[in-house]
């Protein structure tokens, strides 16, 4: 296992290391023990013989102060340092008993009691006495003082002799220690070199194998140097290549039938189908696609690109405003934003829905639309001017039920022939045969034109309108058709009213927008059904469990065209039982 490799690796060093550490506790204790007392022991003999040379010349003097003085002084002279002297041979006795050294020191002794016998007569006694007394108690002297330099001698070679082998031991340590150390770097070099290459070739091998799956290269093998965690490591990753080849072949395959089934799908489908690149180039186009023959985008399908390219928000238009004319036929465009996080692919699809049929069919349905409304409003209005004329003569005659319904036939004559010039002005807008006649207006002048003209009807309905005016909004000149800008206003309004609970709030707002001019008609009624919402601008559509007043449901889809046709857009905003909002944007074309 790579846990015993790297233990029998650092045995060594770790066995250098207790080897060292023993032995230099073992010179510490010797040093701090034997040699430091016997170091200790021969300074104090020293002392102690100092001492003793000291008191012995204390002793002669004494001695020669009884010869030619007072022997009863003398004595006390001689008594403090035979005393002193006493003491410190009993102690040099003592330390030096089993040793050498006590042969010395009874010399001395011997000595000392020599020279204390022959002193004491002339401490006794006084006076000059013989000269042989004298030269034998010199003599006693002398021999004390000899054996006293004898034992200084000696103390001093044994404190030399200690002193060389403290020498010789640290010299000897030097050397042990230096050794140590140099076998211990030599060792540990080895061991290093020895562990790096057992470690660092199965990891350099790993490496270079990892880094060639990296690079997609799956059948590369890491070799099995040995049978510890490494090997199994190396074992697991070829394990794991193993796998990943696998799976990579699974992948392929099924990214091929993918593939395949794609390719498949775009050759049958119909519809032009365009793959678009992040920077607008067409990288894929089916067999339909092909056959139109395009090399870039019309300018009404390039713009809704770069703003799917831009935003990732698809566009999916439902107004055949929308419809991009390509030859004869006609497309209602799809594009769609597209991602993969694995190929880093971003783009769109565009898809362009031949609605070609259903334009025709929808034109031809404006045409008879307009054409019926035409025919019927001659007739129509003929028999509502007979009613009038009829109701206006006062013919006599007429019971009042028969008035009545006269009174009936004019106001159902009035609302068809509202709604037979509502048909009319909506197949005119969208045929694009009604012009517009713009001028320049101020937008602080129209908003509060046409809130003087609501007032007229509203306040009646014991409402109140309220103006948001925003300052920034009021100066601004746009260019509009005074008179269709106006019916938008009074269609919104008129709704709002009309849904409005008594005593409500009718507001109407303008406020800038980046490049826009927003205007705003909300009011408090019981709001729009959020199924309803998408589908208010329609024809005849009218919001199911609202109760139905008088209109046939073409207003709004009048207020879209006359917007449409400013190029702008209209929506609505509605939360059920919080009234509704019906806002429109006109572009902002003065700056």
């Known amino acids: 296992m790579l846990r015993t490799r790297l233990f029998l690796g650092l045995l060594p060093l770790v066995l250098i290391l207790v080897g060292t550490g023993v032995y230099a506790i073992r010179v510490d204790r ?7 007392r016997d170091l200790v022991n021969n300074y104090r003999a020293i002392a102690a013989l100092q001492e003793m040379r000291e008191s012995a010349r204390q002793m002669g003097n004494a001695v020669r102060e009884a010869r030619v003085g007072d022997p009863l002084t003398a004595r006390r002279s001689f008594d403090e340092p035979r005393s002193a002297f006493s003491r410190e041979l009993m102690g040099q006795a003592v330390s030096s008993v089993g040793s050498s050294r006590s042969v010395l020191v009874s010399a001395l002794d011997e000595a000392f009691r020599d020279f204390v016998t022959k002193s004491e007569p002339v401490l006794a006694a006084g006076g000059l006495g013989a000269r042989t007394d004298l030269s034998r108690e010199e003599a006693a002297l002398y021999r004390v003082l000899a054996a006293i330099e004898t034992l200084t001698k000696r103390d001093a070679a044994a404190a030399q002799q200690t002193a060389a082998r403290v020498e010789q031991l640290a010299a000897t340590t030097e050397r042990i220690l230096i050794t140590a150390i140099v076998g211990a770097v030599v060792l540990a070099v080895f061991v290093s070199w020895w562990l790096a290459a057992a470690l660092l070739r199965p990891i350099k091998a790993l490496t270079a194998s990892a880094v060639a799956v990296g690079e997609g290269d799956l059948d590369r093998t890491v070799p099995e140097y040995s049978r510890d965690e490494l090997g199994q490591l190396g074992r697991t990753f070829n394990v794991m290549a193993a796998k990943l080849r696998s799976y990579r072949e699974a992948t392929l395959a099924k ?69 991009v004319s390509l030859g004869e036929r006609h497309y209602l465009p799809r594009v769609l934003a597209i991602g993969d996080t694995l190929t880093d692919f971003k783009g769109a699809a565009v898809i362009l829905q031949d609605v070609t049929k259903f334009r025709l069919l929808d034109d031809a349905k404006t045409n008879l639309v307009g054409t019926v409304s ?15 004329l009829l109701l206006e003569q006062k013919l006599e005659g007429l019971t009042a039920t028969q008035r009545e319904l006269l009174e009936t036939a004019r106001d159902d004559a009035d609302r068809l022939l509202r709604i037979l010039d509502n048909l009319l002005d909506l197949a005119r807008l969208e045929a694009g045969t009604s012009t517009l006649n713009c001028q320049e207006l101020e937008v602080g002048a129209l908003v509060e034109e046409i809130a003087r003209e609501a ?102 889809a009048i207020a879209r065209e006359i917007v449409v046709a400013h190029g702008g857009s209209i929506a609505c905003a509605s939360e059920p039982g919080r009234g509704a909002e019906f806002y429109f944007l006109l572009p902002d074309k003065t700056g």
């Open 30 to 36: 010797e040093l701090a023990g034997s040699l430091s």
């Open 255 to 323: 990214v091929l039938r993918t593939q395949r089934t794609m390719e498949a799908t775009l050759t049958s489908t119909p519809e032009p189908v365009f793959v678009v690149s992040r920077e607008g180039a067409i990288e894929v186009r089916n067999p339909a696609a092909e056959a139109l023959r395009l090399e870039k985008f019309p300018a009404e399908l390039g713009e809704p690109l770069k703003r799917v390219l831009a935003t990732g928000e698809h566009y999916l238009p439902t107004d055949y405003a929308k419809v």
């Open 455 to 556: 007032r007229g009807f509203i306040e009646p309905a014991g409402l109140t309108l309220a103006v948001e005016l925003g300052a920034d909004v009021a100066a601004k000149r746009l260019w509009l058709d005074a008179e269709r800008i106006r019916h938008v206003f009074m269609n919104l309004l008129t709704n709002a009213a009309k849904y409005s609970p008594p005593g409500g709030t009718v507001t109407l707002a303008a406020v800038a927008e980046p490049g826009l001019v927003r205007f705003a008609v909300r009011d408090g009624g019981p709001g729009v059904p959020a199924e309803s919402v998408a589908q208010v601008f329609d024809r005849f559509y009218r919001a199911p469990g609202q109760e139905r007043k008088t209109g046939a449901g073409l207003g709004l």
């Open 374 to 388: 035409h025919e019927l409003k001659t007739p129509l209005t003929s028999l509502r001017m007979a009613v009038y």
